[in-house]
């Protein structure tokens, strides 16, 4: 059974940075695509990045592009979301996921084996 746990959450001031790590259990990452997604209270899961397969691509929603970056260590079975000049608008629980549709966009609805995600709460 594809697991995945999510961890690296928690309060931070905004401008703050936070790395979120999400590690598989059961079996290999190195095969998958990864996206991370971010969900507030009563709000849609909305799709934040996603790294390929062997990390050659990279994608990212508009409102984290050139604050996050996602990478990935196979060796470690885990996918990372570097997070800087964080926004009290960054708030909420990050998931990841595994990639079941190939497409060139972030809809959740394309991903599968979700974690249990992680609270991020951005605050002064």
């Known amino acids: 059974q594809l697991q995945l746990v999510e961890s690296g959450g928690g309060l931070v001031q905004p401008g703050g940075s936070l790395r979120l790590s999400c590690v598989a259990s059961?079996?290999?990452?190195?095969?998958?695509?990864i996206g991370w997604f971010h969900q507030t209270p009563g709000k849609e899961r909305e799709g934040v990045s996603d790294?390929?397969?062997?990390?050659?691509?990279?994608m990212y929603a508009d409102s984290v592009k050139g604050r996050f970056t996602i990478s990935r260590d196979d060796a470690k079975n885990t996918v990372y979301l570097q997070m800087n000049s964080l926004k009290p608008e960054d708030t909420g629980v990050y998931y990841c996921?595994?990639?079941?549709?190939?497409?060139?966009?972030?809809?959740?609805?394309?991903?599968?084996?979700w974690g249990q995600g992680t609270q991020v709460t951005v605050s002064s």
């Open positions: 059961g079996f290999s990452l190195d095969s998958y695509d």
């Open positions: 996921a595994t990639r079941v549709i190939h497409s060139n966009n972030l809809q959740p609805a394309h991903f599968g084996s």
């Open positions: 790294i390929s397969s062997g990390g050659r691509r990279t």
